[in-house]
């Protein structure tokens, strides 16, 4: 059982990944230079950390899923399964680069 992908679909789904990574780094890099606070703020660091996770799913779910459950809602089954696994699959290759990157570099 062979689909052939349609163009325009594969963009996007690469597209949405490369979108979702991009944040996923430049949180980690912001995050990696933020400056060490004292002790007495560290029940604000956890709410703002708890808050943090609770936008970043918010806006990673949103690139990855919002549009296969926007075309499955339209009846386009197969299209909204290609993009999500053609996004996935972007997500997974950005995922290998990186880690070849830590344990080569």
């Not at 963009?11 to 949180?27: D, E, F, H, K, T």
Request: with cysteine.
């Amino acid at each position: 059982m062979y689909m052939e992908i349609n163009p325009s679909l594969a963009r996007q789904g690469i597209r949405n990944g490369v979108l979702a990574a991009a944040y996923i780094v430049v949180m980690a890099l912001l995050l990696s230079h933020a400056p060490q606070f004292d002790q007495k703020h560290e029940w604000l660091i956890a709410a703002m950390m708890l808050t943090l996770f609770v936008v970043s799913a918010l806006i990673t779910g949103s690139l990855v899923l919002w549009s296969p459950l926007k075309m499955l809602s339209e009846g386009e089954r197969k299209e909204a399964g290609m993009l999500l696994c053609v996004t996935a699959g972007t997500l997974f290759v950005i995922l290998v680069l990186l880690l070849l990157a830590v344990f080569l570099f």
